[in-house]
């Protein structure tokens, strides 16, 4: 079958878009119509080193055959069942994420933020099954970023996000991950539960440190609040781990994720501990598309990569490999200020706001993200080879002096 008719003239793309739909996106200013491993390609045939991964989803790369073969074949068999009937992919998809997690039983979602909000509503629903409705509130942190709807929202720091649709959900305090103090004072009796990303992406790529886990630790015992780790962007291998929150030693009730789990195909999940799983029941949450045969088909085929295809090994070296090279990078640069992160999760911190980067390096060819103003972030597909990693940041290393000039 004939793909539809669609135009690969950027101006006209641009022009269609800016005419239907709606305008919450500023768009970089190319149109990418084909992808191969880590590499993307463009309308106009210019090529570009993906050191961003569609904002670390497109964690087996781009035009997978594995992945391409297995969404065929299952879009041939059977795409969509609705979650009123059983099918064969849901249970195994679960199993392998219970195995790689110690959270026994899954709820899937199409997104991040649907993953964040089954955490949060999961999280009520505990205490209110046990006849205990006075902890409703939660607490988050600072530069934490849960999604968009509204509960996730609620549980999202910037007040950029915020303001416009404000009221959110009323019970949410926010403390500094800088102060573990402040963790223990905020969490108390009226606490349904903590969330917390355990390194924050879009606020900055940001490491929780092992005091604040240990204050996240103690507040629980000490309260019996719930942890909720949200690993939409740090889980499933991007830091070298199954979960960043076993690295640094948690025991969450309750997992958010998403993004590298379809390797492209919208998928997420809430992982669940059995003590929650206990306290939920039939009708309490659902979806339609949740976890359909298409989205489980890929999350099998990236979950049977990350754990028998040896592809945490490989974050792991290729991880190492990319934070000595960005710290040699950094230390080249006086413009640079910090690098953050873990495995194939980094940013790199400048003393200005580093907004003029990203189009400079689509200049030279390469892909990468601005966040929280001053951090550049890069989340490269989990496949990106050593030599792949060189070449990137060789391309870094000229935007960079093309943008700020000097060289120490
Ligand atoms: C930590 C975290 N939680 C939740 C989300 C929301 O995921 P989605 O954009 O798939 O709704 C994101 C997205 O960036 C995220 O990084």
């Not at 994420?97 to 629903?125: D, H, I, Q, W």
Request: some cysteine; proline content about 5%; aromatic content about 8%.
């Amino acid at each position: 079958m004939s793909q539809p008719s669609v135009s690969s003239r950027l101006d006209e793309i641009r022009a269609l878009e800016a005419d239907h739909v709606l305008q919450t996106y500023r768009r970089n200013p190319v149109a990418l119509v084909r992808g191969e491993g880590v590499y993307l390609y463009d309308t106009e045939g210019t090529k570009y080193l993906d050191f961003l991964s569609g904002i670390g989803v497109s964690s087996l790369g781009h035009g997978h055959p594995g992945l391409a073969a297995a969404l065929a074949d299952q879009a041939g068999r059977l795409a969509h069942t609705s979650n009123l009937f059983f099918h064969p992919l849901q249970g195994q998809v679960a199993a392998r994420l219970a195995r790689l997690s110690g959270l026994p039983r899954a709820f899937f979602t199409n997104s991040g933020t649907e993953a964040v909000e089954a955490c949060l509503k999961f999280a009520r629903r505990y205490w209110h099954t046990q006849g205990i409705t006075t902890r409703t509130s939660y607490v988050a942190l600072d530069h934490g970023f849960g999604g968009r709807t509204m509960g996730s929202l609620s549980v999202t720091w910037d007040d950029h996000y915020r303001a416009p649709f404000k009221p959110l959900i009323g019970d949410v305090r926010f403390v500094s991950a800088e102060d573990p103090a402040a963790l223990l004072a905020a969490v108390d009796e009226t606490t349904a539960a903590i969330i917390a990303e355990p390194i924050q992406g879009e606020g900055g790529v940001r490491p929780l440190s092992p005091a604040f886990a240990d204050a996240i630790r103690q507040a629980c015992a000490a309260t019996g609040a719930l942890y909720i780790a949200d690993e939409v962007q740090s889980g499933l291998g991007r830091t070298g781990t199954p979960f960043h929150f076993q690295t640094l030693g948690l025991a969450p009730d309750l997992v958010s994720i998403g993004k590298a789990l379809g390797a492209g195909f919208p998928v997420g999940a809430a992982l669940i501990s059995e003590r929650v799983a206990n306290t939920i029941s039939y009708g309490d949450h659902g979806t339609t598309y949740g976890g359909n045969l298409l989205a489980c088909r890929a999350a099998l085929v990236y979950l049977e990569a990350l754990d028998e295809g040896g592809l945490l090994a490989h974050v792991r070296r290729a991880g190492a490999h990319f934070e000595a090279g960005l710290r040699a990078l950094a230390a080249r640069h006086p413009v640079a200020a910090d690098v953050r992160g873990a495995g194939l999760m980094w940013g790199l911190v400048l003393s200005v706001d580093a907004a003029p980067v990203v189009p400079a390096a689509l200049a030279r060819g390469l892909i990468v993200n601005r966040t929280n103003e001053r951090v550049i972030r890069m989340l490269p597909p989990l496949v990106i080879t050593e030599a792949e990693i060189d070449r990137g940041l060789a391309l870094l290393d000229e935007v960079l002096g093309d943008v700020f000039g000097s060289q120490a």
